[in-house]
């Protein structure tokens, strides 16, 4: 949507916070939605990186603001004689982007959407920490606030304090002086991940109080998760801000409110969680998911593709949804049914897929798609890359798929021949025991031979792994990170993390035949996806966790998301496109033993930082000024991800 054009009277807008790189498929198909159910005056907007975009070109001086409140804080802290614990950390973080400026924010983004992007490695990672360190300083300005493009959220709260919201000013500014709302009717906001759950209710009420009369509608995997999981308290408190939520899939539900508001006929829900005329909230008993064959294509021609901060296209398209498999113990997202963690599967025919890919192409200059599928079935899969080769599409694709087959070679040269270059499996465990405590559905035996036929074509091959199921051994755990190391030459890509338990899982829902003894929700009212736990295994001792670590070191090859080396990201797709498969492998190789950047790896300070800087747990206790300066390292602080880039 342009900024400068009057609003149609539905508007579906993606908020802030997520990744300003690659535009969010679910508006492109909701909108395609209305539009084929003959709602032409609706629209959609992606105020999640226009906020972005705003705030780093110092639009309404946020950053100017932030920029000063660090100076001041700086100043005014580092006089004290003593500080608390929290006062020590947020020091620290100050101290940390002392040295981030306005010149640095500007020439990141810049160099993001530069066609050299990716060329120079130190000038990534330079640019790169930059935006990362804005994100953590904004947390510092805006004291109690967790920031970020996967975090959102003050102290728990279901919304954003006005004054510790750093895009209010944007959003007020956009709304009253270039966004003209008034013959708004129907407002939806697509609410995909936590991180976009305050920014969401808080732009809603800023909204009402402009146009009281519209309905607002949120949907989206967040939504949904509320409805199914969370306490009736949190849905109170969510309904307390909005019209309706949809729970699962939305494009049918829309589509029913619109003729409901829009046309004025009796409202058929569907999927809809609403009140009824006491006011009492009514909630769906069952699910509806759509036909993904006949959904119309996705109209991604309201979003400024060039907005974002990657320098070619890459879109995301649902080719299938739901999950074949759908039994994995671990396994939770929000578009599923009550009780199940994931959605049934259904797919578009290869046609219309390979239709679709090669419109995106002439339409919108995508030529590369990431398939934001659950788990692509191996056979739907090889008819798609045959429809593509038929065609003879330029379009590359990146997908998620499960390793539960091998692939043999001549299956491999038709996935490359018909545009697949990126393939990425959660393999999980590379232990068999441990797979069959996952419900996993898949043999370790076949990895090798799967890993090595899809490189051996040119395709590059990702996994993600965790430590830490329920009832795993530290043997079991080592034999994973083992397996990535002795498998590191057919690997473009390897991540592993701590086991997290979901809500929602089946671990969640049967703790006992996990061996979980005690499963400890957070306090308070607030939303959350994770919980701790406790087994009757109990936890690796102190000299396993280090063996854990140091092995973890030597084997993860990327980065978190959205940067390049995280699984199924623009800037990963496109790093390896241009420096081929084995760049990730690279990078580690160049940077273990070197500085690319230093300005975020040292921190000095009369105040011995290394208490917040090294510790897990908070002190009760003052930390004393001293007469002599402290230096301490504060990178996996700020960064606390892989540890191949320092």
């Known amino acids: 949507m342009q900024l400068t054009e009057s609003l149609p009277n539905i508007l579906v807008i993606n908020p802030p916070s997520a990744n300003p790189m690659q535009p969010p498929a679910s508006l492109a198909a909701l909108v395609g939605m209305l539009r084929a159910s003959g709602f032409s005056e609706s629209s959609a907007l992606d105020l999640n990186v226009v906020s972005w975009i705003h705030l780093y070109k110092n639009e309404e001086g946020v950053l100017a603001h932030v920029f000063d409140e660090r100076d001041r804080l700086l100043t005014e802290m580092n006089r004290r004689n003593a500080l608390s614990y929290q006062e020590a950390r947020r020091l620290l973080y100050l101290e940390a982007t002392r040295s981030l400026s306005f010149q640095d924010i500007a020439a990141s983004c810049e160099y993001m959407k530069s066609k050299d992007s990716f060329a120079d490695r130190s000038k990534y990672h330079r640019a790169r920490n930059s935006l990362e360190g804005l994100n953590v300083l904004m947390g510092a300005v805006f004291d109690g606030l967790k920031f970020g493009y996967s975090k959102c959220e003050h102290e728990g709260s279901l919304l954003l304090p006005e004054a510790l919201n750093p895009f209010a000013k944007i959003w007020a500014a956009l709304l009253h002086k270039k966004v003209p709302v008034s013959q708004l009717r129907l407002v939806g906001l697509s609410v995909n991940y936590s991180s976009q759950l305050a920014p969401a209710l808080s732009l809603i009420r800023m909204l009402r109080g402009l146009i009281p009369n519209c309905h607002f509608v949120i949907g989206g995997a967040i939504p949904t998760r509320i409805v199914n999981y969370m306490s009736h308290t949190v849905l109170d408190l969510v309904m307390a801000e909005v019209d309706s939520i949809v729970v699962g899939e939305g494009e049918t539900p829309l589509v029913r409110l619109a003729e409901h508001i829009i046309h004025q006929v009796p409202l058929r829900a569907v999927n809809l969680v609403h009140r009824d005329a006491e006011g009492n909230i009514e909630v769906p008993k069952y699910v509806h998911f759509e036909d993904i064959g006949k959904l119309p294509i996705p109209d991604w021609s309201d979003l400024d593709l060039s907005s974002y901060l990657t320098p070619d296209v890459v879109l995301t398209y649902d080719a299938v949804r739901g999950c074949y498999w759908g039994k994995c113990a671990f396994c939770s997202y929000g578009l599923a049914t009550y009780n199940h963690a994931t959605a049934p599967y259904r797919e578009r025919s290869p046609e219309v897929i390979a239709g679709h890919l090669e419109t ?28 593509l080769a038929r065609i003879g599409t330029p379009v590359k694709i990146a ?37 069959e405590l996952m419900n996993k559905g898949i043999n370790p035996e076949n990895f090798r031979q799967l890993y090595e036929n899809l490189h051996s074509v040119g395709i590059f091959v990702g996994i993600q792994t965790f430590i830490g199921f329920p009832g795993e051994t530290f043997e079991e755990s080592m034999e994973t990170l083992r397996h990535i190391e002795d498998c590191s030459e057919q690997l473009s890509l390897a991540a592993n993390w701590d086991f997290s338990l979901l809500v929602g899982s089946d671990v969640y829902n049967n703790p006992a035949r996990y061996c979980i003894e005690k499963i400890v929700k957070p306090s308070g009212v ?97 930390i004393e000024k001293t007469n002599t300066t402290h230096r301490v390292s504060v990178n996996e602080v700020l960064f606390p991800v892989f540890p191949c880039y320092w």
């Open 360 to 387: 995106f192409r002439r339409s919108y200059g995508a030529r590369n798609v990431i398939f934001a599928d659950d788990a692509i079935h191996p056979r739907m899969l090889g008819k798609v890359a045959r429809a």
């Open 399 to 435: 997908i998620e798929i499960r390793a539960d087959r091998p692939f043999d070679s001549e299956f491999c040269r038709l996935l490359f021949n018909g545009g697949i270059r990126q393939v990425f499996f959660g393999i999980e465990s590379a232990n068999g025991r441990v797979l």
């Open 526 to 622: 607030c939303y959350y996806e994770e919980v701790n736990f406790k087994t009757s295994y109990g936890s690796p001792s102190p000299d396993q966790y280090a063996a854990l670590e140091e092995a973890r070191k030597r084997i993860t090859i990327g980065d978190r998301d959205p940067w390049a080396g995280s699984a199924m990201s623009s800037h990963t797709f496109l790093c390896a496109e241009r420096l081929g498969n084995n760049c990730f492998r690279e990078w580690k190789r160049e940077v273990q033993g070197s500085d690319y950047d230093t300005r975020f790896l040292f921190v000095e300070s009369y105040f011995d930082l290394a208490v917040v800087a090294n510790s897990a747990s908070q002190s009760h206790n003052s």
